[in-house]
């Protein structure tokens, strides 16, 4: 779970989660919250949220065994219920050091997917850039 908090906090610090249910809700409509973590003594009421948040699409939430002290301690904060990781490849890296749980398997290959598709989509965007400077031969 200490790697789990790790990366969280690693996204925290290059900007790439949203913490708390309004910034995590805001994410998960824009359709740019890959993964949504929600802490294990966190309400009912919560959880439900974070379910509403990503039904219908690809967004995938997940229950942590950590608590909200210990998530929040991880982002520098007192307490943290809710959080949404909004890079694919950093969600993944995330989900694969989760116990395997209820959903964590379905994540990691919904996850793997995306981060795939994002690592194409660098590849292409790198190449175009090499194309406008230098000319495509």
């Not at 908090?5 to 690693?10: F, V």
């Not at 309004?22 to 379910?51: F, M, N, Q």
């Amino acid at each position: 779970m200490d790697k789990a908090l790790s990366y969280l906090s690693l996204a925290r610090k290059g900007g790439l989660a949203e913490l708390g249910e309004e910034p995590v809700g805001a994410a998960a409509r824009a359709g740019k919250a890959y993964l949504i973590l929600v802490a294990g003594d966190a309400s009912d009421h919560t959880w439900r949220r974070a379910k509403s948040f990503a039904a219908g699409t690809d967004q995938q939430c997940l229950r942590l065994s950590a608590s909200k002290d210990e998530m929040g301690q991880a982002v520098g904060r007192t307490s943290l219920a809710i959080a949404a990781v909004t890079d694919p490849r950093l969600a993944l890296a995330l989900a694969r050091t989760l116990e395997p749980a209820e959903g964590v398997s379905e994540a990691l290959k919904v996850l793997t997917a995306a981060g795939e598709k994002a690592k194409k989509r660098q590849a292409e965007a790198r190449a175009h850039r090499r194309n406008r400077r230098m000319g495509k031969k």
